[in-house]
């Protein structure tokens, strides 16, 4: 465990002396009134008081927080797929990536109410710089990518990672998830980075890599949210890099990201969980491609081509895509109510009167549909 010491989350042991020493951190104090604004503090102290485990603290508090979450601000999380899944199997979850913290949340309150393994989670160090989120990220079981390394330490840094989830998922029979991608996807258009799958790679040993991915049992895995709290937000970054200028992150956005895609209006969420990649499809690949970027290459192309076909299209992607297009492609696929709605939408959020703006807010919402079509039509 040495090697992976400083990335791992927290051993069960140390569940209850964590707890103790942020119960009265604001920010916790904040997430516990949230999720249990009807129980005193001495109430929230005896719940934490109970939890010696991640499976615990997870089950009691943060499966009650993501509860709250999808009351106050979706139409409701709905899933499928999950019902043709192993509960006594560990799985490689690989998805599109929208939200920091909430894809792995709301997979894992899926995961949790079909008893099926829940996972270790991957996330970017970057994104838990406060104390406190590293805090609750252990006490979540989510492990860390270290992000802005020199290519020497970057090498290094990957083969400790890759061999940590190796660890996981075949030593300790835990699932795991990671993002298809490092960060997350901010235009809407989601396709599997050949790095990660690369990075994953590594640690195979002697096997060759069709036999070490059909041993993680991937299973391709798509995040559909009717709407983007934060698309918004996400708009400085995507015009920047339209117009080929250097995006710098103020000191705040991933923890204002973090806030505004819990709490903002998400719409309907749908999680669809895909057939496990099997031993036949790596094997194909290995037989079509002699080289290892090949294979890889498709290997991302095979996984994207899972996610798309269970990604859920909204209303809201149809409405996108026809007001990019200016065509009236997909207006069966919405009510004339649902694209004024969307429209109102538009002007509150952008100045639908700048061209690249506009194209880049509806490219954001209209891309799955594109993609999609791009795949499959």
């Given at each position: 465990m040495k090697e992976f010491e400083d990335i791992r989350f927290y051993k069960d042991s140390e569940v209850q002396p964590a707890l103790m020493?942020?119960?009265?951190?604001?920010?916790?104090?904040?997430?516990?009134?949230?999720?249990?604004?009807?129980?005193?503090?001495?109430?929230?102290?005896?719940?934490?008081?109970?939890?010696?485990?991640?499976?615990?603290?997870?089950s009691?508090?943060?499966?009650?927080?993501?509860?709250?979450?999808?009351?106050?601000?979706?139409?409701?999380?709905t899933y499928?797929?999950?019902?043709?899944?192993?509960?006594?199997?560990a799985y490689f979850y690989m998805s599109n990536h929208r939200d920091i913290i909430l894809d792995t949340c709301l997979l894992n309150t899926t995961l949790y109410e079909q008893d099926l393994i829940m996972t270790a989670s991957a996330i970017?160090?970057?994104?838990?710089?406060?104390?406190?989120?590293?805090?609750l990220s252990r006490l979540n079981r989510n492990f860390l990518v270290k992000r802005g390394l020199g290519p020497r330490e970057m090498l290094k840094s990957s083969m400790?990672?890759?061999?940590?989830?190796?660890?996981?998922?075949?030593?300790?029979?835990?699932?795991?998830?990671?993002?298809?991608?490092?960060?997350?996807?901010k235009d809407g258009s989601d396709y599997t980075q050949q790095g990660v799958l690369k990075m994953l790679g590594m640690a195979k040993g002697k096997q060759s890599?069709?036999?070490?991915?059909?041993?993680?049992?991937?299973?391709?895995?798509?995040?559909?949210?009717?709407?983007?709290?934060?698309?918004?937000?996400?708009?400085?970054?995507?015009?920047?890099?339209?117009?080929?200028?250097?995006?710098?992150?103020?000191?705040?956005?991933?923890?204002n990201s973090i806030m505004q895609g819990a709490l903002g209006n998400k719409g309907r969420i749908h999680i669809n969980a895909g057939e496990v990649l099997g031993k036949e499809v790596f094997e194909e690949i290995e037989e079509k491609h002699a080289s290892i970027n090949a294979q890889l290459k498709a290997i991302a192309s095979k996984i994207?081509?899972?996610?798309?076909?269970?990604?859920?299209?909204?209303?809201?992607?149809?409405?996108?895509?026809?007001?990019?297009?200016?065509?009236?492609?997909?207006a069966e696929k919405y009510s004339d109510k649902e694209k004024r709605?969307?429209?109102?939408?538009?002007?509150?959020?952008?100045?639908?009167?700048n061209p690249l703006e506009l194209n880049s807010y509806l490219l954001m919402y209209a891309n799955p549909v594109i993609n999609k079509e791009a795949l499959y039509e």
């Open positions: 020493e942020y119960l009265g951190h604001p920010m916790i104090k904040a997430l516990l009134q949230f999720t249990f604004p009807e129980k005193s503090s001495e109430e929230i102290a005896a719940i934490l008081g109970t939890c010696h485990s991640i499976r615990d603290f997870q009691k508090v943060i499966y009650n927080s993501v509860l709250k979450v999808i009351e106050k601000s979706t139409e409701g999380l499928s797929g999950f019902d043709k899944l192993d509960s006594r199997q970017g160090d970057n994104l838990v710089q406060k104390p406190f989120l590293m805090t400790v990672l890759s061999a940590y989830i190796k660890k996981l998922l075949l030593e300790d029979g835990r699932s795991v998830w990671m993002a298809q991608r490092e960060g997350r996807t890599l069709a036999q070490y991915f059909a041993d993680l049992k991937i299973v391709p895995m798509a995040i559909s949210y009717e709407f983007d709290p934060t698309d918004i937000l996400k708009m400085p970054e995507i015009l920047a890099k339209r117009m080929k200028e250097e995006y710098v992150k103020s000191a705040n956005e991933d923890f994207d081509e899972h996610i798309y076909r269970n990604y859920k299209l909204w209303p809201a992607n149809y409405i996108a895509f026809d007001l990019l297009k200016n065509s009236e492609t997909y709605q969307f429209e109102r939408r538009l002007t509150r959020r952008i100045d639908v009167k």
